[in-house]
């Protein structure tokens, strides 16, 4: 019997990368997940660990923060680039499957008009309700979770003090991205809940996008006041929102600047800033809070 070397492939996967166009104000955005696999001749890596004929999946992930600095017109258009590029660039390289992923992005409505530079990730968030009877009381406790946000300008972090661990620079416009969970205590049963909701999650949205913000923390802050100062049957809103890191991509290895354009999305670890924002004149009700995973 010999042991033969059957079907592979190698590549880089899930390289997460955010293209932003600040041409014009109306800033437009493209947030892909781009992972590449190779085919061809590896078998001298897999059987003596001869890597002459490897492309590095750190290259693999290089060229494709790097196309992207050119635009990205499409998934398909982007996914067709790469592949043929990577398909002809060595011969014993004899084909590569580029996968895309990209995740939608819908402006968000202020006063009724799309942002400029506010956006909302297209889908995925949770409506929750938890109700709690504690001693003839009824205490209902509303929230939603993944509503995925992010500003492609309006936010700045600086002034923090800089101890000896202290790298990260001063920024006067970056990304600010999260994921908002959101948990907000009503002082009354008889709601209409529908119409409730979703002027909770507008005001939510709408602070998002119209504060300029100095730290999440300002932000997850105007986003709870919004909300107390727009619907009076709220008593408090309990927040937590992972700053979602974009680090712009540094291009310069390969003969590219970079003006704000392409940027890594990095998954973890992530800033994870929460807080409650409430009334002073609405007596506490910790029991709706009970049984509630995490800060909120
Ligand atoms: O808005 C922010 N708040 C922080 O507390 C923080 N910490 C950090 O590294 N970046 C940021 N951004």
Same mark, same amino acid.
């Given at each position: 019997?010999?042991i033969?070397?059957g ?23 493209v ?9 061809g001749d ?6 003596t660990?001869?890597?002459?004929h ?11 923060f790097a196309f ?9 258009a ?18 590569? *499957?580029?996968?895309? %992923?990209?995740?939608g992005?819908?402006?968000i $409505?202020? !006063? +009724?008009?799309? #942002?400029d530079? =506010?956006?909302? *990730?297209?889908?995925? %968030? ?6 709690? $009877?504690? !001693? +003839?009381d009824? #205490?209902?406790? =509303?929230?939603?979770?993944d509503l995925?946000?992010?500003?492609t300008?309006g936010?700045?972090?600086w ?14 416009d970056r990304?600010?991205a999260?994921?908002?969970t ?11 809940w ?19 913000s ?42 590219l600047?970079?003006?704000?354009v392409?940027?890594?999305a990095?998954?973890?670890?992530y800033?994870?800033?929460e807080?409650?924002v ?19």
């Open positions: 019997m010999a033969v070397l079907p592979n492939q190698y590549g880089k996967a899930e390289v997460r990368v955010v293209a932003v166009d600040r041409s014009t104000p109306r800033h437009t955005l947030d892909l997940n781009v992972s590449s696999a190779l085919r590896f078998s001298a890596a897999h059987l660990g001869d890597n002459a490897v492309l590095t999946t750190d290259a693999q992930k290089n060229t494709v992207a600095r050119d635009g990205v017109a499409s998934p398909e982007f996914a067709l680039r790469l592949a043929t590029h990577f398909a002809g660039s060595y011969p014993w390289i004899s084909g590569a *499957r580029v996968a895309v %992923e990209s995740y992005w819908d402006r $409505a202020v !006063d +009724g008009a799309p #942002h530079h =506010a956006f909302r *990730r297209a889908g995925g %968030e949770v409506r929750t309700a938890v109700v709690t $009877a504690d !001693d +003839g009824l #205490h209902v406790v =509303a929230g939603l979770t995925v946000v992010l500003k300008t936010s700045e972090f002034g923090f003090p800089r101890d000896a661990y202290t790298t990260l620079k001063e920024t006067r990304i600010l999260t994921a908002v959101a948990r907000w205590r009503y002082t009354g049963t008889g709601l209409d529908h119409t409730t909701y979703d002027t909770v999650r507008t005001t939510m949205l709408e602070a998002f996008a119209s504060t300029h100095l730290a999440l923390q300002q932000t997850l802050h105007a986003m709870g006041a919004a909300v107390l100062e727009t619907v009076p049957e709220v008593a408090e809103v309990r927040l937590s929102m992972p700053n979602k890191h974009h680090f712009l991509q540094d291009l310069s290895a390969f003969g600047d970079n003006p704000d392409v940027y890594h990095d998954d973890r670890p800033g994870l800033i807080g409650t409430l009334r002073d004149d609405v007596p506490a009700a910790e029991v709706a809070w009970q049984g509630t995973p995490g800060f909120v």
